[in-house]
């Protein structure tokens, strides 16, 4: 059986764990993309430079953990295919959406009637409940729990371990810490942290 073949987007940490992911669902990657020219390879996959993009014709990932320079990066290779990447090991109820760029993680639990944007990361054991709206370049830390109808807004980050009950709007930009509990919605732009959650100051990181 022929493997499919990606190229990944920034040789990172989070790199690593894609690349397992996708060995996991029976494919290679062929190319590693960098824009640090000190870096020769990654993983045993030599890196090529942002030049390079324009001869692959893989399907793309962005695997890079940082939501606003992920964000960057897709919105400057608008002509890419991006893929959609599913451990084998996530619970994904088969009334979940989830769009181009996403990739899923071990252990990870996504309930009926869910929506993932593009270009999301759900991290390992992460917790989905039925009909949450996550936006587009969020990232939902490992162990991080959504309890139902929650929704959280583009570039958001839900810290590792923290909760966010049911029903709670969390806004664009928004930093929640490791740990916390929000219990109430949670306006643009802002960085949360505490049990109960408090807002501690702005975030200005993508503003």
């Known amino acids: 059986m022929s493997k499919d073949k990606y190229a990944l987007y920034g040789a990172s940490g989070h790199c690593k764990v894609i690349i397992d992911l996708i060995k996991l669902n029976n494919g290679e990657v ?3 993309i960098d824009d640090d020219s000190s870096k020769k390879f990654f993983e045993g996959i030599e890196i090529m430079s942002p030049d390079f993009l324009d ?3 893989h399907e793309l ?3 890079i953990g ?3 320079t992920r964000k960057k990066i897709v919105e400057s290779t608008n002509k890419m295919i991006f893929a959609t990447l599913c451990h084998p090991s996530a619970i994904i109820d088969s009334t979940v959406s989830i769009k181009s760029g ?3 993680m071990a252990g990870s639990v996504i309930n ?3 929506q993932i944007g593009r270009h999301c990361i759900i991290n390992t054991c992460a917790s989905i409940d039925h009909d949450c709206i996550i936006n587009d370049y969020v990232h939902i830390s490992p162990n991080a729990t959504l ?3 929650v929704s959280i807004g583009e570039l958001s980050q839900i810290g590792a371990g923290s909760v966010i009950i049911q029903g709670v709007r969390i ?4 930093t929640v810490g490791a740990g916390s509990v929000i219990l109430k919605d949670i306006p643009d732009n802002s960085i949360v942290v505490g049990n109960p959650g408090q807002i501690i100051k702005k975030n200005i990181d993508g503003i």
Do not use: D, F, K, M
Request: net charge neutral; glycine share 8%.
């Open 171 to 174: 806004g664009n930009n928004v």
């Open 147 to 149: 309890c139902g109808n």
């Open 102 to 104: 996403t990739v899923v």
């Open 55 to 57: 001869q692959i014709n």
């Open 112 to 114: 009926a009637s869910s």
């Open 61 to 63: 990932i962005v695997s």
């Open 66 to 68: 940082n939501n606003l």
């Open 30 to 32: 062929n190319y590693i």
